[in-house]
């Protein structure tokens, strides 16, 4: 059965300064994996998404994250932080077999100027 | 890709009441699902939208708390039956598998609170 584990529920950088905002997952297969993001009263929107073509996956804001098979992880990054990505940030593994997607508990990124 | 609208964006509601939310769609999408996410956690699946079938509910979630609708590939709607405080929650909805793909686009969410 397939999971996704966000290992931090807080994550606070100083404007400027780079992004790391943790995700590993748990899959029999090799997994359909995404990256959401969600501004406070505003829905979800997707930055990213791996689907074996390679293992570095550019997004949007210029966040970018890499899945790495043998730490069963893919982790989400940017090389400097923006006011405006101060959201919320969902890791998200699509079900094997179906449509269906399980989300993690949400990374809350905070942006300090 | 898939520009998803809901109605209504938010409301207030009292208890024991009923709410119904509509999702639509621009484009023809293979699966509908509908979710909660409660204040301050992440999303949780209610259930699949069927087209012209049952929705295929998830653990924890029945027909009679949450009838869901799904006349055609575009169009989908979900009641919050019999309302209590606990339902408060933002109610949102997303689409897939257009084109075989397998990305979800989500709508803006429904803002519900009950008192």
């Known amino acids: 059965a397939q999971s996704v584990t966000q290992l931090d529920s807080h994550v606070s950088v100083s404007e400027g300064t780079p992004v790391l905002l943790r995700c590993n997952y748990s899959?029999?297969?090799?997994?359909?994996l995404f990256w959401y993001v969600q501004h406070p009263n505003k829905g979800l929107q997707l930055l990213l998404k791996?689907?074996?073509?390679?293992?570095l996956v550019k997004g949007i804001n210029g966040f970018e994250a890499e899945f790495k098979k043998s730490e069963t992880s893919f982790h989400l990054t940017k090389p400097s932080a923006h006011m405006s990505d101060a959201a919320e940030y969902f890791c998200?593994?699509?079900?094997?077999?179906?449509?269906?997607?399980?989300f993690g508990a949400g990374t809350r990124l905070f942006v300090k100027a | 890709s898939a520009v998803i609208s809901q109605k209504p964006s938010r409301d207030i509601c009292q208890r024991g009441t009923s709410l119904t939310i509509q999702c639509q769609v621009d484009?023809?999408?293979?699966?509908m699902f509908w979710y909660r996410q409660q204040p301050g956690q992440s999303l949780t699946l209610i259930a699949t939208?069927?087209?012209?079938?049952?929705?295929?509910?998830e653990s924890g979630f029945v027909i009679d708390k949450f009838p869901i609708s799904r006349p055609n590939l575009t169009f989908s709607t979900l009641t919050v039956s019999n309302m209590s405080p606990e339902d408060s929650s933002i109610y949102l909805c997303s689409g897939t598998g257009t084109l075989g793909e397998d990305t979800q686009y989500f709508g803006p969410g429904t803002r519900l609170t009950v008192l």
């Open positions: 791996y689907t074996s073509a390679a293992t």
């Open positions: 939208a069927n087209q012209g079938s049952e929705a295929t509910y």
């Open positions: 899959s029999s297969y090799s997994p359909s």
């Open positions: 998200v593994v699509g079900i094997t077999g179906g449509f269906k997607t399980i």
């Open positions: 484009s023809q999408v293979t699966m």
